[in-house]
Structure formats: C-alpha cells, structure tokens
C-alpha cells in the first residue's frame, strides 16, 4: 500500500514507467530475503538455533503474489504492471509454490479485504 500511494504522489505515468516499478518490486523483494538470511545469521540467532529455511523462488513467488494482491484492488491504475506481475507469476518455475502456498494466500487475502485506500 506504501508503494501505492509513492507513485501517486509522484505522478508516475504508469503506461511508461511499469518496467521501472517492477524491477523496484523485485529488488524490494530480494531485499527482504537476503535480509532474513542475514538475520538468521546473526550472533543472537545462532545462541538460539535459529534457522531460516528460505530459498529464494519461493520468497519471490510470496512477493510476487502480494504486490499483484495488493495492487490489483486499482486494476485502471496498474493495468501494465498488472500484466506484468501476472506474466511473472505464471512462469514454469512457480507453477507448483501456487498449490504449496495455497493456505498461505488464502489467509493473507481474508486480510488484504479488509484494507481500503
């Protein structure tokens, strides 16, 4: 939702710069991984056998998945980045995390209805 309103108050003309947002999309997304791998690393985590079972087409997927939730309730606003993401989520490589995370989305989602901006 943060990223919704940015880009409305920098007037970004969607049509031109969807490439732009979706590659901040992906970055934002590994950022949240290798910062959660990072953490799991730490000294703190390691004195309490934390471990982070993350692999990253899985995250991406999630990410992925959640910006397209989120951003699809303004489908007029974001019609190419839409595609985009949708193109992204239907690619071989994630075709099964779809199932797997089934539970996952459907809980996520009971929340993202709830949410008006």
């Not at 934002?28 to 991984?33: R, W």
């Not at 993401?85 to 809980?107: C, D, I, M, N, T």
Request: charge should be positive.
């Amino acid at each position: 939702m943060k990223m919704h309103y940015y880009l409305k108050e920098w007037r970004l003309d969607m049509s031109k710069h969807h490439t732009f947002v979706l590659k901040t999309i992906r970055r934002t997304i590994h950022f949240a991984y290798t910062s959660a791998c990072n953490k799991a690393t730490h000294k703190l985590a390691r004195a309490h056998r934390a471990r982070v079972n993350l692999q990253e087409r899985q995250v991406t997927w999630l990410g992925l998945h959640a910006f397209h939730s989120v951003l699809s309730r303004k489908p007029q606003a974001y019609t190419h980045l839409l595609k985009a993401l949708s193109f992204q989520l239907s690619l071989p490589r994630y075709r099964h995390l779809r199932k797997r995370f089934r539970g996952v989305v459907a809980e996520g989602l009971s929340t993202v209805t709830l949410l008006c901006f």
